[in-house]
């Protein structure tokens, strides 16, 4: 049963983890897939991989933090497939430094991305997905309910991107729009090998046990089936319901259990 057959979905960042996990998914069931990166070959090798599963797709190279990549593309996603219907907001980026070593124009570039590109791709459009009575996504994470050491500026943009889209589904929740903010726990994926450090530069390898974590692919199932629920929030993992569940009634505990955990970390910055 092809679920969203002739649905235009768009997916930022999509060319690896959770967002090209997702143009997988959503392709798999009928839809026509718009993915966005930054880097061209591997747009165009997620889009070649795609192709050959038979989904209808879209590249477009775009930076997330640019509203002008933003706006181009909503235009082009309604050019060429003539509608959208979900957006789903996954471009994003990590970092790892302790506040008082960390550039602030690292700060500026982790919120211009995960912040700032999600407020650009869903004003450009939130057109279409109003006259569709469609759904905006946003892909954030257990940071967005707790803060973790180490991830200020991280913590910061997930917080923001929870704040707005709480407003704005209250804004819209009358005129048959849904929003949907997925906050998945710690995911194989590559963002914390891309994870910038005090001075800007990708850490390189992530500092935890990857093949102990939830799949990219788990996570856009469970995003997948999210929206067909219209679920206002979808929590990831049992860890990470149980980090927001805790951090709500005892959160002064929770300080001292994150900094513990958190410590424990490869080559962690803090002791």
């Avoid at 989904?55 to 050019?79: F, M, P, Q, R």
């Avoid at 704005?168 to 906050?183: C, D, I, N, P, Q």
């Avoid at 067909?228 to 980090?243: C, E, F, I, P, S």
Wanted: hydrophobic share 40%; proline share 3%; glycine share 8%.
């Amino acid at each position: 049963m092809m679920r969203f057959k002739d649905k235009v979905v768009i997916i930022t960042g999509a060319t690896s983890g959770i967002g090209e996990a997702c143009a997988f998914a959503f392709g798999m069931e009928g839809a026509k897939i718009t993915i966005t990166g930054r880097n061209s070959e591997k747009l165009e090798n997620s889009v070649k991989r795609l192709e050959n599963e038979g989904v209808s797709v879209l590249g477009i190279l775009a930076d997330a933090a640019s509203e002008a990549d933003n706006k181009k593309l909503a235009e082009e996603t309604v050019k060429h497939f003539g509608r959208i219907d979900v957006l789903i907001n996954n471009a994003g980026i990590s970092m790892r430094a302790l506040f008082e070593n960390l550039d602030l124009e690292v700060f500026h570039k982790v919120m211009d991305t995960n912040f700032w590109g999600t407020v650009y791709a869903t004003k450009y459009c939130l057109p279409e997905i109003l006259k569709n009575k469609g759904s905006i996504v946003g892909v954030s994470s257990i940071n967005g309910y707790r803060g973790t050491p180490a991830r200020t500026a991280y913590t910061a943009s997930k917080y923001a991107m929870n704040g707005f889209f709480e407003s704005l589904r209250t804004e819209v929740m009358k005129r048959g729009v849904h929003v949907l903010v997925a906050s998945p726990g710690f995911t194989a994926s590559n963002i914390r090998n891309n994870a910038l450090t005090a001075d800007g530069t990708p850490q390189g390898e992530s500092p935890r046990e990857e093949a102990k974590m939830m799949s990219s692919e788990e996570v856009a199932k469970e995003i997948l089936k999210a929206i067909l629920k219209r679920k206002r929030d979808l929590v990831l993992t049992g860890q990470g319901k149980l980090a927001v569940f805790l951090n709500k009634w005892i959160p002064g505990i929770m300080d001292g259990i994150v900094y513990n955990h958190m410590a424990k970390e490869k080559d962690s910055p803090f002791k």
